[in-house]
């Protein structure tokens, strides 16, 4: 779980990187955002300009990340020729926390160097969970 994550890293939730692929406009983009966070997608519909977003099915995140297990794929999404949206809360963050394929690997890194890596583009994308707890369905 991210909370095991952040313990064995010595940081917090807001530090672990939670990632969820989407198709916008049918070209693939990656959401990063801190674990104890929602991704909102309709700020990520109004910041890509997707006339259609919808988020990747399982089978979908197997088939682009295929040496990884499910849920694991790492916020890299550039190394696949993939867009990488980052929240913007990640800039006061200093230290980041992200899986490598697997449940028993991760990496931690500085958010500067992350950034300079992936080039993401940094937008607010998150909505406190209280947000989406309310909300009629």
Not at 44 to 70: H, P
């Amino acid at each position: 779980s991210a909370a095991d994550l952040a313990r064995v890293h010595h940081v917090g939730e807001r530090n672990v990187i939670k990632t969820e692929l989407y198709k916008a406009d049918h070209r693939l983009a990656m959401a990063i955002a801190p674990a104890d966070r929602k991704i909102d997608p309709a700020a990520l519909f109004a910041i890509l300009r997707a006339r259609d977003i919808a988020k990747v099915d399982a089978w979908e995140q197997e088939r682009l990340f295929s040496g990884c297990d499910i849920g694991t794929a790492p916020p890299l999404g550039n190394l696949y020729g993939i867009l990488v949206v980052a929240d913007a809360s990640f800039e006061q963050c200093g230290t980041v926390v992200f899986r490598l394929c697997s449940f028993s690997t991760s990496l931690s890194m500085d958010w500067r160097d992350y950034k300079h890596l992936v080039g993401p583009l940094v937008a607010e994308i998150v909505r406190p969970v209280e947000v989406f707890e309310h909300e009629p369905t």
